[in-house]
């Protein structure tokens, strides 16, 4: 620690820091535009000018940018003089002079940063009185509206779009005093993660262009914590709503897992919730109209046994509570046999114990990066763009001679320009990350696992070298090997996405043959959906074996949760399975194949309708809290319904049925492998000086007048018996606990620059730390353990061509294709071919081939990928038009259709 003095006050702070994060860190309100925690400071904004003085005995001072100076020993310093206020003020003042005054119509305004820095230095008259320059905006996709007449040059936008998410569309273009952000023509912008510039931008330059569409204002909207719904990773997010809809998602800071950024896909999949199709009331099928669905379900609960179908998107409650409906002898997992397989590879490498799960945080902090069988930026995008970090490691440790502070980010990129650590990309075809890659591997699954086994035989001799291997690939995995041991903190990241367990395994002995050398390597595994993790914790058995034991008779009524068989397997096999039952019991949000073959249909609610908890990736527990409730009084959490009929189908039909808690209680006693699953949030009798937490800000309005058509009065507000959360504005007005808070707001910090607040230090953990609790594997048990099996070489076959799922942030995830603006960014269905292949075939790019998948034919125009091996081919994973794939899968061409 050193001390330095602030308006002649001493404090005793954290070396290595800038001035300005120290203040932050101090509870001292300093404005600032340019600098980000996660960006550090390039000084282009001069908003946070401070006085420097040599000692104490200096009464003259020289004005210094707080985010410019580092902290040193007996500095000191005052935020209050006179000079540095009038600066700043003056500084805003000229900031502001073509700013429009539109706040009253802007989308920002009232959760504006620039509000807020303007008002912090006290300038609150313009004196400008001459005309304002002007732009021509642009159109950027359906995701950002851009009003650059808005901008104030802080140059936020760019050092993120370019220098952080690598993004190559958005740039700075500039004529003496006119400078604009944005394309060099209209267009969709193509980086992952663009929709991030809605909240780094510090003005109302690129706003949500879904919020918009129904415009509500940040203060209006009820909000709660929440989880993302569309890959493994578990960011946290805040999903606001406002007259019953979903309106918007944020992110929500935590430290360990997403930090201040979201993917594309979860900022703007949410709209599912809205979708005017949802399934919104219950239904009996024709033949049953004569029932209500009372005696409809009497008569299903006393017909004979039940077999229960889980799902991988629907909360560990609702699974369990399905699991106690049917019985654990009568429950699956709802998944294909060979991703149920795969998830429990992942879950015994977890118990194992021996290689360590990384969080996505310390992913940013790997020196040296192997990515096995994996396209990051479609499959788990947080992950990649956590990679566009950790290529920066090694030279930012290599620079540490020059004495340049990591937060001066301008001096740092010029001084490491384009040096990159070591990267090695091993997947089918090209990907995002290959650009940033030191070496890459387009091969076949088989191989690209036979790689991996050769990596892990030149780090431990004792591991087995795969036969016949090219010399060329196993020098590649010689030169990979020493790169890996070198390493301090080398990361090898592998997943489910080729459903190839052989990679899995080559993974895992990579990672356990560097821990021999006593160093920290980490293994980060991508797993398919938000619960993957928390439903293969549970070991049941797979949707196979579900088949299996309809055929032999003895159930009369399947009941499915939340999860679309036709995604899961061919179509024929799934219309077999649910013929074999006289009674099929769904439970879903949205309308699909699945709910189409229900003859009772139940209203499940989505995420933002109910609460819950998810296990991500690497076993981090954590839960999605409520944000409002549903119009329909038919809609209800999966785990509701279901904890009903269980207690009717025992003779008891309670007056209230049980809190969240008691099912997470009887979920722990039940299967000790979720122990401390119940501390991921505060229980719902949680009070602080016995207040609940406010979903509604504390300016919230309109309560009386939303409902004004139907009375005048102001209805009784929702009470809310699961969490410690209220839907009001009234309750606790100061910070709650990092799982519980639904907003970020300071007095003086309206917008979301204003988590620092909240932070136990600027950029750092939350106050009382991140949420979330990692789960233990040990008390699980598995029948198979970790042998390993070294494939043989991929062979082509000459009349079929072996299929590979590529997987699209955009598309291939079941809930976020209901989104209007994601569907828009969705691919068509395709084919893709090595040009030998597609010569072979006879067809050329554009060209439709007709190929049998399974037992069902496909029209795919043909897209060339000349890196793809041949013999193999690629097709989008899980597209809707493309559902009713058995993977693995096999193609045969019938025909070409030029």
Same mark, same amino acid.
């Given at each position: !620690? ?5 308006? +002649? ?19 001292? &309100? ?86 807020? !820095?303007?008002?912090?230095? *006290? ?12 732009? +021509?905006? +642009? ?46 023509? &209209? ?23 879904? /919020?918009?569409?129904?415009?509500? %204002? ?70 049953? $109209? ?13 017909? *004979?046994? !039940?077999?229960?179908?889980? #799902?991988? %998107? ?44 990384? #969080? ?54 010029? /001084? ?29 699954? $088989? ?12 780090? &431990? ?21 020493? /790169? ?14 080729? /459903?190839? $367990?052989?990679?899995? +395994? ?81 439970? &879903? ?39 409002? !409730? ?28 049980? $809190? ?90 309206n917008s979301g620059q204003s988590v620092h607040k909240y932070q136990s230090e600027a950029g750092g953990a939350l106050r009382g730390g991140d949420p979330g609790v990692r789960l233990s594997a040990e008390a699980l048990h598995f029948a198979n353990g970790l042998s390993t099996h070294i494939p043989p ?17 955009? =598309? ?41 998948? =399974? ?44």
């Amino acid at each position: !620690m050193v001390r330095i003095y602030i308006d +002649q006050k001493p404090y005793d702070v954290k070396p290595g820091k800038n001035l300005l994060e120290t203040c932050l860190t101090l509870g001292l &309100d300093l404005p600032y535009f340019c600098w980000h925690p996660a960006m550090g400071s390039v000084g282009a904004c001069r908003q946070c000018a401070v006085k420097l003085f040599k000692d104490e005995n200096d009464k003259t001072g020289r004005l210094a940018m707080a985010c410019m100076e580092g902290v040193r020993d007996n500095m000191y310093l005052s935020v209050n003089d006179t000079a540095a206020h009038d600066f700043r003020s003056q500084n805003i003042e000229w900031l502001m002079s073509n700013h429009p005054h539109d706040c009253a119509v802007c989308d920002e305004g009232g959760s504006c940063h620039l509000q807020d !820095m303007t008002v912090m230095t *006290g300038h609150a008259y313009r004196r400008f009185r001459y005309p304002k320059r002007t732009y +021509q905006n +642009q159109y950027l996709g359906p995701f950002l509206h851009h009003e650059m007449n808005r901008c104030i040059q802080c140059y936020r936008c760019v050092r993120f779009y370019k220098d952080y998410a690598g993004g190559k569309d958005l740039d700075v273009f500039a004529a003496h005093n006119h400078v604009y952000f944005g394309r060099e023509k &209209d267009g969709v912008l193509e980086n992952e993660f663009s929709g991030n510039l809605a909240e780094v931008c510090p003005t109302g330059v690129f706003t949500d262009k879904t /919020l918009r569409e129904h415009y509500t %204002r940040k203060w209006d909207m009820t909000m709660a914590p929440s989880i993302c719904q569309h890959c493994s990773l578990g960011c946290n997010i805040i999903a606001g709503e406002r007259y019953g809809a979903l309106r918007q998602i944020t992110n929500r800071f935590n430290g360990e897992v997403n930090g201040y950024f979201i993917c594309d896909r979860g900022r703007y999949g949410y709209e599912f919730v809205n979708d005017p199709d949802r399934v919104r009331q219950p239904f009996v099928r024709a033949e049953n $109209e004569g029932n209500n669905l009372f005696e409809s379900l009497n008569a299903i609960f006393t017909e *004979g046994p !039940m077999i229960g179908i889980g #799902s991988p %998107r629907a909360s560990l409650e609702a699974n369990f509570a399905l699991r106690r409906l049917v019985g654990e002898a009568n429950f699956y997992q709802g998944i294909p046999e060979d991703e149920a397989r795969l998830l429990d590879k992942v879950l015994a490498i977890r118990k194992n114990g021996n290689v360590y799960s990384p #969080s996505l945080k310390e992913t940013e902090y790997a020196d040296v990066v192997l990515v096995l069988g994996e396209d990051p930026t479609n499959s788990a995008p947080r992950l990649a763009l956590a990679l566009r970090q950790a290529v920066r490691t090694k030279p930012l440790e290599d620079m540490a001679p020059s004495n340049i502070p990591l937060w001066h980010d301008a001096a740092v990129r010029e /001084l490491i320009q384009d040096d990159k650590g070591a990267l090695f990309m091993a997947y089918p075809v090209h990907t995002k990350l290959d650009e940033l890659a030191s070496g890459t591997l387009h091969a076949a699954p $088989e191989d690209i696992a036979r790689f991996g086994f050769a990596i892990a035989h030149y780090i &431990d001799g004792n591991e087995a070298l795969p036969e016949s291997m090219e010399p060329q690939a196993l020098e590649s995995a010689r030169r990979m090997a020493d /790169l890996l041991q070198k390493a301090k903190r080398p990361l090898i990241v592998s997943g489910t996405s080729l /459903l190839n $367990e052989a990679i899995i +395994q080559a993974a895992y002995r990579i990672g356990r043959a560097l821990e021999k050398d006593d160093r920290k390597a980490g293994l980060c595994l991508v797993i398919p959906e938000c619960n993957s993790a928390g439903l293969a914790m549970m070991q049941a058995p797979s949707l196979r074996q579900a088949m299996k034991a309809a055929e032999t008779g003895g159930f009369t009524t399947a009941i499915i949760l939340e999860n679309d068989l036709y995604r899961r397997g061919e179509r024929s096999g799934v219309d077999r399975f649910l013929n074999a039952f006289k009674n099929i019991m769904v439970l &879903d949000h949205i309308q699909n194949d699945t709910t189409s073959k229900a003859t009772i249909l139940l209203p499940a609610a989505t995420f933002a309708e109910g609460e819950g908890t998810l296990v991500n990736n690497e076993l981090r527990a954590q839960r999605f809290f409520q944000v409002f !409730m549903p119009k329909n009084e038919h809609i209800r959490e999966s785990w509701r319904w279901l904890d009903e009929f269980r207690q009717f189908r025992e003779g008891t039909m309670p007056d209230e049925l049980r $809190e969240l808690d008691n099912l997470l209680e009887e979920l722990v006693a039940s299967m000790p492998q979720f122990k401390g699953v119940e501390a991921a949030a505060p229980l719902s009798d949680f009070r602080i000086n016995g207040q609940r937490i406010p979903r509604e800000p504390h300016r919230f309005s309109g309560r009386t007048a939303m409902l004004a058509n139907v009375a005048v009065s102001e209805p009784k507000p929702p009470e809310d018996t699961d969490s410690p959360l209220s839907f009001t504005m009234e309750g606790y007005r100061g910070m709650p606990p990092a799982p519980l808070t639904p907003f970020y707001w300071s007095p003086g910090w309206n917008s979301g620059q204003s988590v620092h607040k909240y932070q136990s230090e600027a950029g750092g953990a939350l106050r009382g730390g991140d949420p979330g609790v990692r789960l233990s594997a040990e008390a699980l048990h598995f029948a198979n353990g970790l042998s390993t099996h070294i494939p043989p070489a991929f062979e082509r076959q000459e009349n079929e061509m072996t299929l590979v799922p590529l997987p699209h942030i955009f =598309g291939s995830d079941e809930l976020s294709v209901h989104s209007p603006s994601v569907e828009s960014r969705s691919p068509r269905p395709y084919i893709a071919l090595n040009g030998l292949d597609a010569a072979r075939l006879q067809v050329a790019e554009g060209d439709v081939l007709q190929m049998q998948i =399974g037992g069902q034919v496909y029209d795919l125009p043909v897209i060339r990928k000349d890196e793809i091996p041949q013999g193999l081919a690629g097709l989008p994973y899980n597209l809707p038009a493309l559902s009713g794939i058995a993977w693995p899968a096999k193609g045969v061409l019938t025909k070409a259709m030029l």
